[in-house]
């Protein structure tokens, strides 16, 4: 799901559990996403892009595999302005700059 947001995440399957028997005797997958009304499956190496500004959550219903997704946000700058982009570059420069001046190499657990 994609509306006119300026933010967008994509998660890779890296480890992705095998299906499990439901209480109907079916085999289905095991962990999903939901976005808004949608409801969608990691596949390992396949990239799913959603828009986090809708309620969204993940489950996984195996009992002994984890999920494992490389998540990454980006800005959607094809739905941005030629200002809303330069606003973000300025932003982010300055950011740098301060951390820089700062002589902070560590911010949380973000390596920078």
Not at 6 to 17: A, D, E, S, Y
Not at 28 to 43: C, L, M, Q, Y
Not at 72 to 91: A, C, P, R, S, W
Request: net charge negative; glycine share 6%; with cysteine.
């Amino acid at each position: 799901i994609c509306s006119y947001t300026l933010r967008l995440t994509c998660q890779m399957g890296i480890n992705v559990p095998p299906e499990i028997i439901n209480e109907n005797g079916e085999s289905v997958p095991a962990a999903h996403i939901r976005v808004g009304p949608e409801t969608r499956h990691w596949k390992a190496g396949e990239c799913l892009l959603y828009d986090t500004t809708y309620e969204h959550e993940t489950f996984n219903a195996h009992p002994t595999e984890e999920r494992v997704v490389l998540h990454v946000d980006f800005f959607n700058i094809l739905k941005m302005t030629k200002l809303e982009i330069e606003v973000l570059q300025y932003i982010y420069e300055m950011r740098e700059q301060f951390m820089k001046a700062e002589g902070v190499a560590k911010v949380g657990a973000q390596v920078l």
